[in-house]
C-alpha cells in the first residue's frame, strides 16, 4: 500500500523535508555517518512523519541493499586477499564475538545488541550489522543503537588512523592490513587508507573485500544462537540471495559493468537506509539506553585495534 502513487504524493507533500533528505542521501555527497546523524536530527526535530511503517520500509530495503552488495565482491580477488592475512581474520573475528558476548553479560547489556555492535566491529560496521539484525530478529531501536555506536568511532578512526600510522612509520602495505581489520566500515577504510597512499588503498580494499565474505557464516550462526526455542532455524532469504548474487558475478564477469552499477546502487540504498535508521533513534531512548553501548563498542575496537596493530608490527599477520 505503500507505494501506491496516490499516497507517495500525499506523504511527499505532508512531510516534504523528511523525503527531501532521504532523496539528498542517494547523492554520493552524503556519507553514513552524515546520513544517520541527518535522519536523527530530523528525529529530534519531529520531523519524522508517524503515519508509515518506516521501520518495515526499513528492513525490506535494507534486504535489497544487502543482496545488491553482493555483485561487488569479486570472489577470487577476496579469496586471494584472505590468504596472507587469514589468521588475524579469524582471530580478530573470534575475539571480538567472544569478547563481546562477555562483556554484555558483565555490562547486563540487552543481548541482540551487545550482539550486533560485535558483529559490526568484528566484519565491517553498518553492512554487518544490517545483515546480522534481521538474522537475529533484532528490532530497531536494538539496531539503532548498535548502528549509533559503530558509527560514531567508525568516524573518529577516519582521522585518527593515518596520523598513528606516521607516527609509527608503518608501512604502506601494514597501515593497509591495519586499516582493513581495525577500520569498521568500508567508506572509512578507503577513506583512511587512500590518505596513507595507493598501495595502503589497494591493501585495504582487496583485504576488506575478504572480509565481507565473513557476513555470510556470521548471519547464519547468528541466527543460530538467537533461534530461542525454536527447533529448526530459519534462514533470511536475503543471504540466501546474496551469496547467489556473488557467485553469479564471479560466473558470468562479462556483465561487470551492470554489476558495478548494481553495486554503486545499493551501496546508496545502504546510506538511505541508515537514514531511516537514525530517524528512528531519539534522545530518550539514547538516554534510556544510558553509556553501555558506547563503552562497549569502544573497549571492542580499541581491543582489535591494538591487537591487530601489535600483530601486524610484530610480522604475525604476515606480509
Given at each position: 500500500m505503500l507505494f501506491q502513487p496516490a499516497l507517495i504524493k500525499q506523504q511527499i507533500t505532508r512531510h516534504p523535508i523528511f523525503w527531501l533528505c532521504a532523496l539528498v542521501c542517494l547523492m554520493p555527497v552524503i556519507n553514513s555517518p552524515v546520513a544517520l546523524i541527518l535522519g536523527f536530527s530530523l528525529a529530534t526535530l519531529g520531523f519524522v512523519p508517524t503515519d508509515i511503517p518506516v521501520a518495515s520500509l526499513t528492513k525490506k530495503l535494507l534486504s535489497a541493499a544487502i543482496i545488491g552488495l553482493g555483485f561487488g565482491i569479486q570472489l577470487d580477488v577476496a579469496i586471494e586477499a584472505s590468504r596472507s592475512g587469514l589468521g588475524?581474520?579469524?582471530?580478530?573475528?573470534?575475539?571480538?564475538?567472544?569478547?563481546g558476548a562477555l562483556l554484555t553479560r558483565l555490562f547486563r547489556l540487552d543481548r541482540k545488541t551487545g550482539h550486533l555492535i560485535a558483529s559490526g566491529?568484528?566484519?565491517?560496521?553498518?553492512?554487518?550489522?544490517?545483515?546480522?539484525?534481521?538474522?537475529?530478529?533484532?528490532?530497531?531501536?536494538?539496531?539503532?543503537?548498535?548502528?549509533a555506536t559503530v558509527f560514531i568511532l567508525n568516524s573518529v578512526a577516519l582521522f585518527i588512523f593515518p596520523t598513528i600510522g606516521h607516527l609509527l612509520n608503518m608501512s604502506q602495505h601494514e597501515f593497509g592490513m591495519w586499516a582493513a581489520i581495525a577500520i569498521h566500515d568500508t567508506s572509512s577504510v578507503v577513506g583512511a587508507a587512500g590518505a596513507y597512499g595507493d598501495e595502503a588503498l589497494i591493501t585495504a580494499t582487496t583485504l576488506k573485500l575478504a572480509r565481507a565474505l565473513w557476513i555470510i557464516p556470521l548471519a547464519f550462526l547468528s541466527a543460530l544462537l538467537f533461534r530461542g526455542n525454536e527447533k529448526k532455524i530459519s534462514v533470511p532469504m536475503f543471504i540466501l540471495y546474496y551469496c547467489v548474487a556473488i557467485l553469479f558475478a564471479?560466473?558470468?564477469?562479462?556483465?561487470?559493468?551492470?554489476?558495478?552499477a548494481i553495486f554503486s546502487l545499493s551501496k546508496r540504498v545502504l546510506v538511505v537506509c541508515l537514514f531511516l535508521i537514525g530517524?528512528?533513534?531519539?534522545?530518550?531512548?539514547?538516554?534510556?539506553?544510558?553509556?553501555?553501548?558506547?563503552?562497549?563498542?569502544?573497549?571492542?575496537?580499541?581491543?582489535?585495534?591494538?591487537?591487530?596493530?601489535?600483530?601486524?608490527?610484530?610480522?604475525?599477520?604476515?606480509?
Open positions: 588475524l581474520i579469524l582471530a580478530s573475528i573470534v575475539l571480538t564475538l567472544l569478547m566491529t568484528a566484519i565491517c560496521g553498518g553492512s554487518a550489522i544490517a545483515a546480522v539484525s534481521p538474522a537475529i530478529q533484532a528490532n530497531s531501536h536494538q539496531t539503532s543503537l548498535a548502528l564471479h560466473w558470468l564477469p562479462q556483465f561487470s559493468e551492470l554489476y558495478q530517524a528512528g533513534i531519539t534522545v530518550q531512548k539514547l538516554r534510556a539506553a544510558g553509556a553501555k553501548p558506547l563503552v562497549l563498542g569502544f573497549l571492542l575496537w580499541f581491543t582489535i585495534g591494538s591487537g591487530s596493530l601489535l600483530a601486524i608490527l610484530s610480522g604475525f599477520a604476515g606480509s
